[in-house]
């Protein structure tokens, strides 16, 4: 059996860090211990009824088992673009200025292999969600990680970006609230990130997959909300956390014509758009009542309530958590954020993201996901405190 050699710009993609980890989950689940995934990503929720109902009732329309247009259906470009009106007072073309995307993890891939050179610089979030790194090792580019500090309550320094990576950047990924740290971005500071793009014409990637989950009675801001901010950059929103729908793999684009051109070039060679009965249901998501992802924003309102005093009255120290789905918790002292999260699955059973795997920035914590029950988070509380009592 002939083995075959990759080629170079696979051989560069980063290891799968997560799912090392999700092995090593396995091998405790089969050793037989009672394992808490708090470190996984997936939204724990069913899709709403009425949006289910919805790719039903499409899935018998001859008119989506052919091939999709090629860009997408009018219907559903339109009913994005209503929905950013409707959210965030934005308008938004849906003839030039909205790209669909099967999923936006595709999406943030495609970015850097439409817009990175080798030799060219991404200035990516550390820590940070680790697919932006995927698209931009594969072209060959560099990154230039900005690092996240809870001093500078985990929004980039770009004071502390040289000269000589300011010339070189061509994109810039940016995502709030923040997966992993739970921060939210303020209108200071996307303000000043587009008077940076514009000066150093670099463009803004920014990533709203939890611009649905703000909590405190803050709605996240959409980076399209400031003024400016469709001359140098687009925003990727995903149904995934919103909707529930990670798993019917539909996010798209909006914001600067260029970009969603390259964008919309790129897939011409990659797909043939996405399954019209999923555009519908997407489109049918977008123009309902938004009474379920109100819901959803107060569920995990509630478990971030829980979890977070949960653990800081058993003496842990969490990061203040604004937005999105996670917490973000300070190991204690003596441990990197491997060892921590390698104890606790050893002693207790409960399975965290060390925070390095994001980004070296990350070292010092671990990611909790609160998308588990209540239930299951009162159970990790009490396990998390006997750890600590052990010490
Ligand atoms: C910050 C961030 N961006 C993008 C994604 C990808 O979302 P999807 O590919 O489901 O649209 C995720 C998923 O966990 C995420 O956390």
Redesign the pocket.
């Given at each position: 059996m002939v083995n075959f050699e990759t080629s170079q710009a696979l051989k560069r993609l980063p290891d799968q860090f997560f799912a090392t980890l999700i092995d090593k989950l396995n091998v405790y689940k089969e050793r037989g211990y009672d394992t808490l995934n708090l470190g996984q990503?997936n939204p724990d929720q069913p899709t709403p009824s009425h949006i289910v109902e919805s790719l039903k009732d499409a899935a018998e329309n001859p008119e989506y088992h052919m091939y999709p247009p090629f860009h997408g259906f009018e219907f559903f470009k339109e009913a994005i673009s209503e929905f950013y009106k409707k959210e965030y007072d934005v308008e938004i073309d849906p003839k030039t200025e909205v790209a669909i995307m099967p999923?936006?993890?595709?999406g943030?891939v495609e970015l850097s292999q439409c817009f990175l050179d080798p030799g060219d610089i991404a200035l990516v979030p550390d820590p940070g969600?680790p697919?932006y790194w995927s698209g931009i090792e594969m072209v060959g580019a560099e990154m230039k990680p900005m690092p996240l500090l809870s001093e500078n309550e985990f929004l980039p320094d770009y004071d502390m970006i040289d000269k000589e990576s300011w010339e070189k950047a061509k994109l810039m990924f940016l995502?709030y609230p923040n997966?992993p740290t739970g921060a939210v971005a303020d209108a200071e500071f996307f303000e000043r990130t587009i008077q940076e793009a514009e000066k150093h014409e670099v463009c803004v990637v920014h990533?709203f997959?939890?611009g649905a989950i703000g909590f405190d009675g803050q709605k996240p801001l959409s980076f399209m909300q400031m003024e400016g901010a469709k001359d140098v950059g687009v925003e990727?929103y995903?149904?995934?956390?919103t909707y529930n729908m990670?798993g019917w793999?539909v996010?798209f684009a909006v914001g600067n014509p260029s970009v969603i051109k390259a964008l919309e070039l790129i897939q011409d060679h990659y797909f043939c758009s996405i399954f019209g009965g999923l555009q519908k249901a997407s489109a049918t998501a977008l123009l309902s009542s938004q009474q379920c992802v109100t819901e959803l924003a107060d569920t995990y309102e509630r478990r971030r309530d829980l979890l977070v005093s949960g653990l800081e009255e058993a003496g842990y120290h969490v990061e203040p958590c604004k937005g999105s789905f996670f917490a973000w918790l300070r190991v204690p002292e003596g441990y990197t954020s491997q060892s921590f999260a390698d104890d606790l699955l050893e002693e207790t059973g409960l399975f965290v993201a060390p925070g390095v795997g994001f980004g070296a920035s990350g070292e010092g914590y671990v990611r909790i996901g609160l998308n588990n029950s209540e239930e299951t988070l009162k159970d990790a509380v009490s396990r998390f405190r006997d750890f600590k009592e052990k010490r």
């Amino acid at each position: 059996m002939v083995n075959f050699e990759t080629s170079q710009a696979l051989k560069r993609l980063p290891d799968q860090f997560f799912a090392t980890l999700i092995d090593k989950l396995n091998v405790y689940k089969e050793r037989g211990y009672d394992t808490l995934n708090l470190g996984q990503g997936n939204p724990d929720q069913p899709t709403p009824s009425h949006i289910v109902e919805s790719l039903k009732d499409a899935a018998e329309n001859p008119e989506y088992h052919m091939y999709p247009p090629f860009h997408g259906f009018e219907f559903f470009k339109e009913a994005i673009s209503e929905f950013y009106k409707k959210e965030y007072d934005v308008e938004i073309d849906p003839k030039t200025e909205v790209a669909i995307m099967p999923g936006s993890k595709t999406g943030l891939v495609e970015l850097s292999q439409c817009f990175l050179d080798p030799g060219d610089i991404a200035l990516v979030p550390d820590p940070g969600y680790p697919d932006y790194w995927s698209g931009i090792e594969m072209v060959g580019a560099e990154m230039k990680p900005m690092p996240l500090l809870s001093e500078n309550e985990f929004l980039p320094d770009y004071d502390m970006i040289d000269k000589e990576s300011w010339e070189k950047a061509k994109l810039m990924f940016l995502n709030y609230p923040n997966n992993p740290t739970g921060a939210v971005a303020d209108a200071e500071f996307f303000e000043r990130t587009i008077q940076e793009a514009e000066k150093h014409e670099v463009c803004v990637v920014h990533d709203f997959a939890y611009g649905a989950i703000g909590f405190d009675g803050q709605k996240p801001l959409s980076f399209m909300q400031m003024e400016g901010a469709k001359d140098v950059g687009v925003e990727v929103y995903t149904m995934s956390k919103t909707y529930n729908m990670a798993g019917w793999r539909v996010a798209f684009a909006v914001g600067n014509p260029s970009v969603i051109k390259a964008l919309e070039l790129i897939q011409d060679h990659y797909f043939c758009s996405i399954f019209g009965g999923l555009q519908k249901a997407s489109a049918t998501a977008l123009l309902s009542s938004q009474q379920c992802v109100t819901e959803l924003a107060d569920t995990y309102e509630r478990r971030r309530d829980l979890l977070v005093s949960g653990l800081e009255e058993a003496g842990y120290h969490v990061e203040p958590c604004k937005g999105s789905f996670f917490a973000w918790l300070r190991v204690p002292e003596g441990y990197t954020s491997q060892s921590f999260a390698d104890d606790l699955l050893e002693e207790t059973g409960l399975f965290v993201a060390p925070g390095v795997g994001f980004g070296a920035s990350g070292e010092g914590y671990v990611r909790i996901g609160l998308n588990n029950s209540e239930e299951t988070l009162k159970d990790a509380v009490s396990r998390f405190r006997d750890f600590k009592e052990k010490r």
